[in-house]
């Protein structure tokens, strides 16, 4: 519930997005390339699902598959939205995130119930978690992040590691 959730979610954070020339151009290091997102509405009363539907549109806009996925960061305010996910997206869709999690690929350095996710920098947060668990594994190169926001709406994105 909301009263059980991690107490610790203030903070801010920031990702630049541009160009690769203009990212060379300004000395910036390339930690990521952009290759598919994807959006996904639901009934706002199961709005804790939704990663689990975004996911197939981000991965079909990459042009990658579930499996290809070497890190994921998902956004679990409640831990019962996770189990959730974790069903729906394996009979839906046959996307394991069981197995993910199990494997360490899935939020491990702790998720959003661990971490917190401050209010309008989620997305920035699990992005720029994703980047550092990609760094992390020199055999990873592909990268998902996947939130729920209220009123059942989803969203998911798709990074190729580079550097």
Request: charge should be positive; proline fraction near 5%; hydrophobic fraction near 50%.
């Amino acid at each position: 519930t909301l009263f059980n959730s991690c107490g610790r979610s203030d903070g801010a954070a920031a990702v630049i997005v541009a160009a690769e020339a203009r990212a060379k151009a300004l000395g910036l290091p390339i930690l990521a390339e952009l290759k598919g997102w994807g959006f996904y509405g639901n009934n706002p009363a199961h709005m804790g699902v939704a990663p689990a539907l975004a996911a197939p549109v981000a991965l079909k806009s990459a042009g990658i598959q579930f499996d290809d996925l070497d890190q994921i960061e998902l956004h679990e305010p409640f831990a019962a939205t996770v189990l959730s996910i974790f069903k729906l997206g394996k009979k839906r869709f046959g996307h394991d995130w069981a197995v993910k999690f199990r494997a360490g690929a899935l939020n491990p350095n702790g998720g959003s119930i661990a971490m917190g996710h401050p209010l309008g920098a989620t997305g920035a947060r699990l992005l720029l978690n994703l980047l550092g668990a990609l760094k992390a594994n020199p055999k990873a190169k592909h990268g998902m992040i996947a939130a729920c926001a209220g009123g059942g709406v989803g969203g998911a994105l798709v990074v190729e590691k580079r550097g």
